[in-house]
């Protein structure tokens, strides 16, 4: 999830964790809560919680928690499933009617009745607002919201979306009280009502306190009596601390490979620690403003992909923690194919660089700057980049270096194309590969990089979007990929693991820890 301008920090090791049947989603939740309350550490920040305005990981984290959607995704599986909806269906064979009952009794931690009417102002409110750092850009097709009667909700869509259901079963599908909130602006006290499992009881700069919402009617089963997120604010080394002073239960988005060997390896305390593995679908993409006049040049880029030796980085930069990616829709997420491995291969060529840049009559050094940014995507970013550059410069065909840039400072430059080369991640919104897709390539894409391509937006994407049947869309996301294996917009570098450190009387985080990126307060538990 980021989305757009709020690329995300890379979880947990070596700065790595971004898009899933049975398990915590099978039954109906309850009041629950009968276990110990919990304290999880981690190194982002929760930047909102108004869900009009959150459009990164740790707000996510909040809303999956504190608010409920119409459907969700359960653990382990990528097809949304019924949440605060009896059943949801499209109602035409086009795809552009989308149809939702409501469970019976559902109500907001505050006592109030959830209805069809604040299903309808929670979308109305997204879209009217359209904050900047807000989820509305997910929503480009929808039309109109109705609410014919106080269970009944009717998404129409100006064109065809197979992945409609995915996109509200996400953050940006969060329901608001229409009683508590404002239908033009944010809410400002950092308070949050929802009908979620869990109640937010207070928020502050270093820590967020819930609690379990006894009035819930959900999928989820409550595992404990509440949550306490502590904010690390980046600093990797507190938050270990945290961990091993026993000020934290478990440790998520943060520490790094050397962080773990250390907590691993230390006998001063009396408990010991688990490291806890999970999926992920979190990538991460070298970036090429194509209006630059070195990047720009498409042999050039061409030689950074002959160059780049992602067993390299994995190996050295992260020990690991991430896999080599070769194209822009990750491993486990449907239509995946290989594209840039095909076309570029694994290992280094300086011969085939060399042709590359010969083709753009280029004879000496490219002088080329990477740009990076120390902590938004993870501890080992800058690290990454100086590898990177280090690569490049080793084939003795360019003159590479790397400079970082404090993240707003970084956003702001990357609009106004001050760079050439630079890095994004990306946490999927829903595990689609629409979501590794749509939002990377047209006019306003989330990678600011001045490409266009009229096959992908006005053909490709959207043969894509119209198909309901998700696995007939693997030809189509193929021959897309294969057009930016070719033009090079960006070029894929990793694929995250996902992980937690937890202490060894903490349980139930490989529950939350999958493609899908809900993180699930619910799961954990301590024995």
């Given at each position: 999830?980021?989305?757009?301008?709020?690329?995300?920090?890379?979880?947990?090791?070596?700065?790595?964790?971004?898009?899933?049947?049975?398990?915590?989603?099978?039954?109906?939740?309850?009041?629950?809560?009968?276990?110990?309350?919990?304290?999880m550490?981690?190194?982002?920040?929760?930047?909102a919680?108004?869900?009009?305005?959150?459009?990164?990981?740790?707000?996510?984290?909040?809303?999956?928690?504190?608010?409920?959607?119409?459907?969700?995704?359960?653990?382990?599986?990528?097809?949304?499933?019924?949440?605060?909806a009896?059943?949801?269906?499209f109602?035409?064979t086009g795809?552009?009617?989308?149809?939702c009952?409501?469970?019976?009794?559902?109500?907001?931690?505050?006592?109030?009745?959830?209805?069809?009417?604040?299903?309808?102002?929670?979308?109305?409110?997204?879209?009217?607002?359209?904050?900047?750092?807000g989820?509305?850009?997910?929503?480009?097709?929808?039309?109109?919201?109705?609410?014919?009667?106080?269970?009944?909700?009717?998404?129409?869509?100006?064109?065809a979306?197979?992945?409609?259901?995915?996109?509200?079963?996400?953050?940006?599908?969060?329901?608001?009280?229409?009683?508590?909130?404002?239908?033009?602006?944010?809410?400002?006290?950092?308070?949050?009502?929802?009908?979620?499992?869990?109640?937010?009881?207070?928020?502050?700069?270093?820590?967020?306190?819930?609690?379990?919402?006894?009035?819930?009617?959900?999928?989820?089963?409550?595992?404990?009596s509440?949550?306490?997120?502590?904010?690390?604010?980046?600093?990797?080394?507190?938050l270990?601390?945290?961990?091993?002073?026993?000020?934290?239960?478990?440790?998520?988005?943060?520490?790094?490979a050397?962080?773990?060997?250390?907590?691993?390896?230390?006998?001063?305390?009396?408990?010991?620690?688990?490291?806890?593995?999970?999926?992920?679908?979190?990538?991460?993409?070298?970036?090429?403003?194509?209006?630059?006049?070195?990047?720009?040049k498409?042999?050039?880029?061409?030689?950074?992909?002959?160059?780049?030796?992602?067993?390299?980085?994995?190996?050295?930069?992260?020990?690991?923690?991430?896999?080599?990616?070769?194209?822009?829709i990750?491993?486990?997420?449907?239509?995946?194919?290989?594209?840039?491995?095909?076309?570029?291969?694994?290992?280094?060529?300086?011969?085939?660089?060399e042709?590359?840049?010969?083709?753009?009559?280029?004879t000496?050094?490219?002088k080329?700057?990477?740009?990076?940014?120390?902590?938004?995507?993870?501890?080992?970013?800058?690290?990454?980049?100086a590898?990177?550059?280090?690569?490049?410069?080793?084939?003795?065909?360019?003159?590479?270096?790397?400079?970082?840039v404090?993240?707003?400072?970084y956003?702001?430059d990357i609009?106004?194309?001050?760079y050439?080369?630079?890095?994004?991640g990306?946490?999927p919104?829903?595990?689609?590969?629409?979501?590794?897709?749509?939002?990377?390539f047209g006019?306003?894409?989330?990678?600011?990089?001045?490409?266009?391509?009229?096959t992908?937006?006005s053909?490709?994407?959207?043969?894509?979007?119209?198909?309901?049947?998700?696995?007939?869309?693997?030809?189509?996301?193929?021959?897309?990929?294969?057009?930016?294996?070719?033009?090079?917009?960006?070029?894929?570098?990793?694929?995250?693991?996902?992980?937690?450190?937890?202490?060894?009387?903490?349980?139930?985080?490989?529950?939350?820890?999958?493609?899908?990126?809900?993180?699930?307060?619910?799961?954990?538990?301590?024995?």
């Amino acid at each position: 999830m980021n989305m757009r301008n709020q690329w995300p920090v890379l979880p947990i090791v070596a700065g790595l964790a971004s898009g899933l049947l049975t398990g915590c989603g099978s039954q109906e939740g309850g009041s629950g809560g009968s276990g110990s309350s919990v304290v999880m550490g981690m190194s982002d920040d929760v930047l909102a919680t108004d869900p009009a305005s959150g459009y990164d990981p740790g707000s996510w984290l909040l809303f999956n928690n504190v608010f409920q959607s119409l459907l969700s995704f359960p653990e382990g599986g990528t097809e949304p499933q019924p949440e605060a909806a009896k059943q949801c269906t499209f109602t035409d064979t086009g795809t552009r009617v989308y149809k939702c009952t409501l469970k019976e009794g559902l109500k907001f931690s505050n006592g109030d009745a959830l209805t069809s009417k604040d299903v309808k102002f929670s979308f109305d409110r997204t879209l009217r607002i359209h904050d900047d750092a807000g989820p509305a850009i997910m929503f480009p097709m929808l039309d109109e919201v109705q609410a014919p009667d106080a269970e009944t909700v009717i998404f129409k869509l100006k064109y065809a979306d197979a992945t409609f259901p995915s996109k509200i079963a996400s953050g940006a599908g969060s329901i608001v009280d229409h009683q508590q909130y404002s239908a033009t602006g944010l809410r400002k006290d950092d308070e949050a009502v929802g009908s979620g499992p869990y109640k937010l009881d207070s928020f502050s700069k270093d820590e967020a306190v819930f609690s379990v919402n006894s009035g819930y009617k959900g999928t989820a089963e409550v595992k404990n009596s509440g949550m306490t997120l502590k904010f690390f604010h980046g600093d990797q080394a507190a938050l270990k601390n945290g961990l091993l002073n026993d000020k934290v239960d478990f440790a998520y988005r943060g520490l790094t490979a050397d962080d773990i060997a250390d907590i691993d390896n230390d006998t001063s305390t009396g408990k010991g620690v688990d490291l806890v593995e999970g999926t992920s679908a979190e990538v991460q993409h070298l970036v090429f403003n194509m209006s630059d006049p070195v990047a720009g040049k498409l042999g050039v880029r061409k030689a950074i992909a002959y160059l780049l030796d992602r067993d390299a980085l994995v190996d050295q930069v992260y020990e690991n923690t991430a896999t080599p990616l070769y194209s822009i829709i990750p491993a486990g997420i449907a239509g995946h194919s290989t594209a840039f491995f095909d076309t570029y291969g694994a290992r280094p060529s300086k011969t085939k660089a060399e042709a590359a840049l010969h083709s753009e009559g280029i004879t000496g050094k490219v002088k080329l700057t990477l740009w990076s940014t120390p902590s938004r995507y993870g501890p080992s970013t800058d690290a990454e980049f100086a590898a990177i550059a280090k690569q490049l410069n080793a084939s003795g065909l360019f003159d590479a270096t790397v400079k970082s840039v404090a993240f707003d400072q970084y956003e702001k430059d990357i609009a106004a194309g001050k760079y050439g080369v630079y890095v994004k991640g990306w946490v999927p919104d829903y595990p689609d590969p629409d979501n590794f897709t749509a939002p990377f390539f047209g006019k306003g894409n989330v990678l600011s990089n001045n490409y266009t391509n009229n096959t992908i937006t006005s053909d490709l994407i959207p043969k894509t979007a119209a198909e309901s049947d998700r696995s007939a869309t693997d030809k189509t996301y193929g021959e897309l990929q294969d057009v930016v294996a070719q033009q090079l917009p960006v070029i894929p570098i990793w694929q995250a693991k996902q992980y937690a450190v937890v202490r060894d009387n903490v349980y139930g985080l490989e529950y939350c820890l999958d493609a899908s990126t809900v993180f699930r307060f619910w799961e954990i538990h301590k024995g």
